[in-house]
């Protein structure tokens, strides 16, 4: 059968057009930003000096949380968010630490048997924590933005 299209107000849906195409470049502006700081925390770990682990995890904490506010800014800083948003953003957050030392442990493992593999560990645990972080941080603002 032929269906008619469901009219509209031309000014309106002109708007809620422009609004979903606002925020969908803005969540892939925000992805772009959140795998550029991944990637540059990634070569921060593929740094070959020993004895500077400390200092290298240091520098990627005071990174993550300079993502973490970057993205908070590209977002405007939105409140409103509610107890199942914060408890997801912590969960997010142990979960982004839980599955970076697996990364780790994972390519320790393979460094057992293949040689050089071993060396990319930091660099895949800082990748891997840096980007769920992102992820959990850009979700967090996301909820409390209004869509509407």
């Known amino acids: 059968m032929n269906q008619e299209p469901i009219k509209t107000n031309s ?3 002109s708007q809620s057009t422009t609004r979903s195409s606002s925020l969908a470049h803005l969540g892939r502006d ?4 959140i795998l550029d700081y ?3 925390v990634a070569l921060l770990g593929l740094i070959p000096l020993d004895g500077l682990l400390t200092l290298k995890l240091l520098v990627a904490a005071l990174i993550n ?27 997010g957050a142990l979960g982004a ?3 970076s030392v697996l ?11 293949f040689p050089y593999i071993g060396s990319l560990a930091i660099a895949a645990a800082l990748f891997t924590i840096t980007w ?13 933005h209004s869509h509407f």
């Open 97 to 99: 630490f839980a599955l």
């Open 30 to 33: 925000i992805r772009n930003l």
């Open 11 to 13: 000014i309106q849906g």
């Open 38 to 40: 991944a990637l540059g």
């Open 65 to 91: 949380i300079k993502m973490m506010w970057d993205i908070g800014a590209r977002w405007g800083f939105p409140k409103g968010q509610d107890i199942l948003a914060i408890a997801g953003n912590l969960f």
């Open 132 to 144: 769920m972080l992102g992820q959990a941080t850009h979700q967090f603002y996301a909820s409390g």
């Open 103 to 113: 990364s780790w442990l994972t390519f320790f493992s393979l460094g057992l048997f």
